[in-house]
């Protein structure tokens, strides 16, 4: 869905380095995938094919945190949006 969207924050040696990967098109869905020792994010389209996808070593993430979309925007997203615009 449209605003889906997975930060992942990664150890780089004494430093830390942060990634967004978010559906940008309407149907696109961001998918997680763990297993021999890589983590790989995904964003894909209604048919299941990658449109773009990022890959990490497992043990050099420090978060891994999914931010999915909202239904209806909270009011304070609606002012955020819109500052002229208040409630």
Same mark, same amino acid.
């Given at each position: 869905?449209? $605003?889906? %969207? /997975? !930060? &992942?924050?990664?150890?780089? #040696?004494?430093?830390?380095? +942060? ?7 309407? $149907?696109? %869905? /961001? !998918? &997680?995938?763990?297993?021999? #020792?890589?983590?790989?994010? +995904? ?45």
């Amino acid at each position: 869905m449209v $605003g889906d %969207r /997975v !930060e &992942i924050v990664v150890d780089a #040696g004494g430093r830390t380095q +942060s990634w967004d990967i978010e559906a940008t098109r309407a $149907g696109r %869905r /961001v !998918e &997680i995938t763990q297993g021999r #020792g890589v983590t790989e994010v +995904s964003e894909v389209t209604r048919g299941g094919n990658p449109v773009r996808t990022a890959r990490f070593m497992s043990s050099r993430v420090l978060a891994l945190v999914e931010h999915p979309a909202a239904d209806r925007p909270t009011e304070d997203e609606i002012t955020r949006l819109h500052p002229a615009r208040s409630a």
